[in-house]
T-cell receptor
Framework: KNEVEQSPQNLTAQEGEFITINCSYS?????LHWLQQHPGGGIVSLFM???GKKKHGRLIATINIQEKHSSLHITASHPRDSAVYTC????????????FGKGTLLTVNP | EPEVTQTPSHQVTQMGQEVILRCVPI?????FYWYRQILGQKVEFLVS????????KSEIFDDQFSVERPDGSNFTLKIRSTKLEDSAMYFCASIQQAYNEKLFFGSGTQLSVL
């Protein structure tokens, strides 16, 4: 089983701030998932990455496979970014039998 | 944009009753998954399904659980005899290929067992 740790658990920011959420995992993997969940809402998959960096709009995800660490960055944060952000790592040999982190509750104030 | 559809959005049942949660994956997707999230806890993997077979399942997915793709479009999760601890949000997800793709999740079914 892959242990997945996220930090911080809670994060409050002012609109416009640069946000970083960190994720570390215990077992080598082929790819890591970043997910977003708005309060009372469904899960949206933001990124699946196996190396380097991916960017989508104001969201950037990076991964260092050797260090077993990934970060999710949000540039120019906005109140609509307020959500729970979760990283998830697969069991070795599987891409989708995921172990999820506890999630980071992000609140962006106007 | 195509989406994964789950019904019902809320299901209330009595302990010991059978429930069926329904999902319609995106039409050209081939791999299907169920995850669940008990209130205040992490999301957990339940089962993956491909080519009309279970490909992986977790320790949670015991004999009380079963999955089926009865008609080529629906993907169902059945809980035979519900327990209080089955109360959770159940998410269906699907992908087209097995590797290097983001999962597409449904909006979830909130199951409450009384």
């Amino acid at each position: 089983k892959n242990e997945v740790e996220q930090s911080p658990q809670n994060l409050t920011a002012q609109e416009g701030e640069f946000i970083t959420i960190n994720c570390s995992y215990s077992v080598g993997i082929s790819a890591l998932h970043w997910l977003q969940q708005h309060p009372g809402g469904g899960i949206v998959s933001l990124f699946m990455l196996s190396s380097g960096k991916k960017k989508h709009g104001r969201l950037i995800a990076t991964i260092n496979i050797q260090e077993k660490h990934s970060s999710l960055h949000i540039t120019a944060s906005h109140p609509r970014d307020s959500a729970v952000y979760t990283c998830a790592a697969p069991k070795l040999g599987s891409n989708y039998k995921l172990t999820f982190g506890k999630g980071t509750l992000l609140t962006v104030n106007p | 944009e195509p989406e994964v559809t789950q019904t019902p959005s809320h299901q209330v049942t009595q302990m010991g009753q059978e429930v069926i949660l329904r999902c319609v994956p995106i039409s050209n997707h081939l791999y299907f998954y169920w995850y669940r999230q008990i209130l205040g806890q992490k999301v957990e993997f339940l089962v993956s399904f491909y080519n009309n077979e279970i490909s992986e399942k977790s320790e949670i997915f015991d004999d009380q659980f079963s999955v089926e793709r009865p008609d080529g479009s629906n993907f169902t999760l059945k809980i035979r005899s519900t327990k209080l601890e089955d109360s959770a949000m159940y998410f269906c997800a699907s992908i087209q290929q097995a590797y290097n793709e983001k999962l597409f999740f449904g909006s979830g079914t909130q199951l409450s067992v009384l």
